[in-house]
């Protein structure tokens, strides 16, 4: 198999079929709400949908999002840019993708959804020379993205200070005012400290990780564990309808600050959290 | 599940209550930005509303030999239409609207008054919603608004949603939202 049909296979996998942790957590959770619910009949409705889009190789969702792909940086020049680029290509002409890349400045679309950026690449080093180098793909929708947040502290809206109180504040926050938006049940990535820049990006790194672990660092696997109750807690439930399950997950990172600042950054993602790793 | 078929009549409209799951058989048709804005400015719509459904949707639709067919058909953000609504709902008769997201109070108020509900449809669940369009009866503004914006006119059978607003004047939004806010308060207030 040519390395262009690989990542074109990537897409489409991508695109139509959620990670197997997601779908699980989505069953459990529909398992766990009331009899005859809202919550419960949304959940179901999910689930039926990712049967159907899998079966159909079609988008699971309409909205096909950002693709962000993190290759191994020792497939640099196997998988390159002009490589990627021809399997969006691709992807877009058999349906897999929407024609969804707008130019900022004259607002026309870019129909084969490749651009200068587009689709957005990071090359990253792998964690051990032995092994197998991968490439990873994230899809993250419009309206996911458009509740991501960030918040500096001291926040003095939200009574919010510079310690693991003030931080749990924010997260918290966001989920409230997320409500009825980002479709939910969704996912947060959380980046601790930082600068701006570095603290979207690892709060977006964040929603690589499986549902089922949680962080090396204990005092953040704390907060991860505690924040997912009560967050669960506050009642705002699948679509914000009300329910037991507004998130599936809760991944944090810290990064160090300078002196002066001190930012808390949320990435969410709704169910459709479409991400999925190949071998190459 | 609560079945609804068209026509939506009032009384059946009128005797749903916020959080009620819903099954719609009959015509939806679509409609959001551009033509409510069309509307609003005094556009002529030839399409009748009267006990019918809109659905805020910016869907995925081919042609396969010569018949239109629905790809992916996910609700929209529904609040970019407030400025709009209270006057079309007044002015069409329209009894359900499907969108996501929810929707302000004029339009809940408006709701009320004439007799109307929103659905919030499953966001993102695009390829159920597509498997749920039985037919596309036809498709009016095509050329004006282009595929995504036109108002399409969809047969569903068992298209699945959450009645969020009622005609009583209650939105399950604002009640969730509230509800949601006091227990935040709780948290962090309790937390240490």
Redesign the interface.
């Known amino acids: 198999m040519k390395t262009v049909d690989k990542i074109l296979a990537l897409i489409r996998d991508t695109s139509s079929s959620l990670p197997e942790d997601v779908e699980k957590a989505i069953l459990a959770a529909m398992r766990r709400e009331e009899k005859?619910s809202?919550a419960k009949?949304?959940l179901k409705?999910?689930i039926?949908?990712c049967e159907?889009?899998r079966k159909?190789s079609?988008?699971?969702?309409?909205?096909t999002g950002t693709l962000t792909f993190f290759v191994d940086s020792r497939l640099r020049n196997k998988v390159n840019r002009k490589v990627i680029s021809e399997a969006t290509r691709l992807a877009t002409v058999k349906?897999y993708l929407?024609k969804n890349c707008i130019d900022s400045l004259d607002g026309k679309s870019y129909d084969d959804n490749v651009a200068e950026g587009a689709p957005v690449i990071h090359y990253v080093e792998s964690e051990s020379k032995d092994s197998k180098p991968t490439v990873t793909l994230i899809m993250k929708?419009g309206?996911s993205e458009n509740m991501s947040r960030q918040y500096s502290l001291p926040d003095s809206t939200l009574?919010a200070g510079r310690d693991l109180?003030g931080v749990?504040?924010c997260i918290?926050?966001a989920v409230?005012k997320t409500?009825?938006?980002g479709?939910a049940p969704g996912i947060l990535g959380v980046c601790i400290g930082g600068d701006r820049a570095t603290g979207y990006e690892i709060a977006k790194e964040q929603l690589l990780r499986n549902l089922g672990d949680s962080s090396k660092d204990s005092c953040l696997a704390k907060m991860e564990k505690?924040i997912l109750k009560?967050a669960n807690?506050?009642?705002?439930?699948p679509?914000?309808?009300?329910g037991k399950t507004t998130l599936l997950g809760v991944k944090i990172a810290s990064r160090p600050r300078v002196p002066a600042s001190f930012f808390v950054t949320i990435a969410y993602m709704?169910?459709?959290a479409r991400r999925r790793t190949v071998v190459i | 599940?609560i079945e609804l078929k068209y026509p939506y009549d009032e009384k059946s409209i009128r005797a749903l209550k916020a959080?009620?799951?819903v099954s719609i058989t009959g015509i939806i048709h679509t409609g959001r930005d551009k033509f409510h804005k069309y509307f609003a400015d005094g556009g002529k719509i030839n399409v009748d509303f009267k006990d019918g459904a809109l659905f805020h949707c910016?869907?995925?639709v081919v042609k396969n030999d010569g018949e239109w067919k629905v790809?992916?058909?996910?609700p929209t953000?529904s609040v970019r239409e407030n400025p709009y609504e209270p006057k079309f709902i007044a002015d069409s008769g329209v009894r359900i609207i499907i969108g996501?997201?929810?929707m302000d109070k004029a339009t809940l108020e408006a709701m009320r008054k004439y007799g109307c509900v929103y659905i919030?449809a499953?966001?993102?669940?695009?390829?159920?919603s597509a498997?749920s369009v039985k037919r596309v009866q036809g498709v009016d503004f095509l050329d004006e608004f282009g595929a995504a914006e036109a108002c399409w006119h969809f047969e569903v059978e068992g298209f699945?949603g959450?009645v969020?607003m009622d005609a009583n004047g209650t939105s399950?939004?604002e009640?969730?939202?509230s509800?949601?806010?006091e227990?935040?308060i709780n948290?962090?207030n309790k937390?240490?």
């Not at chain 1, 679509?239 to 009300?242: A, F, N, R, T, V």
């Not at chain 2, 499953?122 to 159920?128: D, I, K, L, P, T």
Request: proline share 2%; glycine share 18%; net charge positive.
């Open positions: 005859h809202s009949m949304i409705t999910i039926e949908n159907l889009a159909n079609t988008p699971l969702c309409q909205d349906g929407r929708g309206g009574g109180k749990e504040k918290l926050d409230v409500q009825g938006y479709c505690t009560k807690s506050l009642g705002i439930g679509m914000g309808l009300g709704c169910w459709a | 599940m959080g009620d799951a910016g869907p995925v790809v992916a058909a996910g953000t996501k997201g929810g919030q499953v966001g993102g669940a695009a390829a159920v498997a699945r959450v969020a399950l939004f009640r969730i939202e509800l949601s806010r227990k935040y948290i962090v937390s240490r």
